[in-house]
């Protein structure tokens, strides 16, 4: 991957790759190879961009579709590998940021299920229901009920834990 | 809670760290190592079973009456694997240091070595393998005399006349001869047919990680 193309057509958006990765990682090391990951992907499948929707769309799709890809792969290698008496908690946080209430929300976010993980992430962005609709493959109907089914989560989740 | 979720993620998103994009490095590195400690687990567990089955054929071989078969399975299957043992402490040696495209080449390399190594030795393996299993039902005890030499009995009765040469029916040694000279010539074909079954998928993500870094070198 060449620097100019990480520069122009990754870097402007690897705000939200990195949230996302974030969202779908509970280690700087895991976060480090899921971002890597999403960028060798957007920039393989470059040739595949097809303008029938905006680059950040586009970017977005990718970064989730790697996630998800990412965290079922680590799920089946878990299933193999690992004896059932190990720690297994998905939410189990081992970075943090400065800001403490941030990480209490990521550690929310990160107990939802992988589906809601990404609507929350794409409404927080604030982007359109139908964007959200179109980035998941799912019905614009049925996203404004589900995001405010997952706020009432998050806030029973977070509640009494954030002044 | 007092802060809503809308702005606890805009507010920690101004602080300067939250954003850091990692930097994009040894990515390569991993996978190729991975894919390649993959192909090595399956490689190793292909040569366990091997061995277990030569074991186990031998026991069996033994009570269904052609020990002969299961000996000659044994002793070559043995070679098969000791030779293939060495070529594994061979890729073992390839150095995980060096950059990813290096370290693919090398064991692309190791591969193409294998892939000849096994091929010649299936030209041999598969014929003997089908003589193994003549031989075997040939001496099998059949009611105090070898199977081989009933049935010989039982065509020379029917056909008196048939052209012998050191009493065995000179048909019987062309057919022989022709299905071993087929298998010594597809020997290789059906080893490479094997081979695609096993390991298929692992020399396609090998294939195409190295068109990957071929592009990302030009």
């Not at chain 1, 008496?85 to 998905?90: D, F, G, I, K, Q």
């Not at chain 1, 976010?109 to 982007?127: F, G, P, V, W």
């Not at chain 2, 979720?5 to 190729?32: C, H, M, Q, R, T």
């Not at chain 2, 693919?104 to 299936?122: C, G, H, M, T």
């Amino acid at each position: 991957m060449s620097s100019d193309f990480y520069n122009t057509f990754i870097l402007p958006f690897a705000g939200i790759i990195i949230k996302l990765c974030r969202a779908y990682t509970n280690s700087q090391e895991d976060f480090e190879d899921y971002y890597q990951e999403v960028c060798l992907q957007i920039w393989r499948s470059k040739d595949n961009f097809r303008e029938q929707s905006e680059w950040s769309t586009w970017v977005y799709r990718i970064s989730l579709n790697v996630c998800l890809t990412l965290l079922k792969k680590k799920k089946n290698n878990r299933q193999h590998f690992v004896s059932d008496s190990l720690p297994t908690e998905e939410t189990e946080d081992n970075y943090a940021f400065s800001d403490e209430s941030l990480d209490l929300l990521y550690m929310a976010i990160r107990k939802l299920s992988e589906i809601d993980r990404a609507i929350i992430m794409l409404y927080l962005e604030e982007k359109s229901y139908q964007e959200i609709a179109d980035i998941i493959g799912t019905n614009p109907n049925n996203i404004g009920v589900r995001v405010q089914r997952i706020k009432t989560r998050l806030k029973k989740i977070l509640d009494g834990k954030i002044n | 809670m007092e802060k809503s979720i809308e702005n606890i993620w805009k507010e920690g998103f101004l602080k300067s760290d939250a954003l850091v994009a990692p930097k994009i490095n040894d990515l390569y590195n991993k996978k190729s190592i991975h894919i390649i400690d993959k192909f090595k687990r399956m490689f190793r567990i292909n040569l366990i079973a091997i061995v277990v089955f030569s074991f186990a054929f031998l026991i069996v071989s033994y009570f269904v009456g052609i020990p002969l078969t299961g000996a000659i399975f044994f002793v070559t299957l043995t070679v098969l694997v000791v030779i293939n043992k060495s070529l594994l402490n061979g890729l073992e040696r390839i150095d995980k240091g060096e950059n990813s495209y290096q370290y693919l080449k090398e064991f692309d390399q190791w591969i193409k070595k294998q892939v000849a190594v096994n091929k010649r030795i299936s030209k041999v393996l598969y014929p003997v393998i089908f003589m193994s299993l003549i031989l075997g039902f040939w001496f099998k005890d059949a009611e105090g005399i070898a199977l081989g030499e009933r049935l010989l009995s039982e065509v020379l009765n029917r056909f008196p006349d048939m052209h012998l040469i050191y009493g065995i029916p000179l048909i019987g040694i062309v057919v022989l001869i022709l299905v071993l000279g087929l298998l010594a010539f597809f020997g290789g074909r059906i080893y490479q047919w094997d081979l695609n079954i096993v390991y298929g998928r692992v020399f396609k993500k090998l294939e195409e990680l190295m068109t990957d870094l071929e592009s990302l070198n030009t």
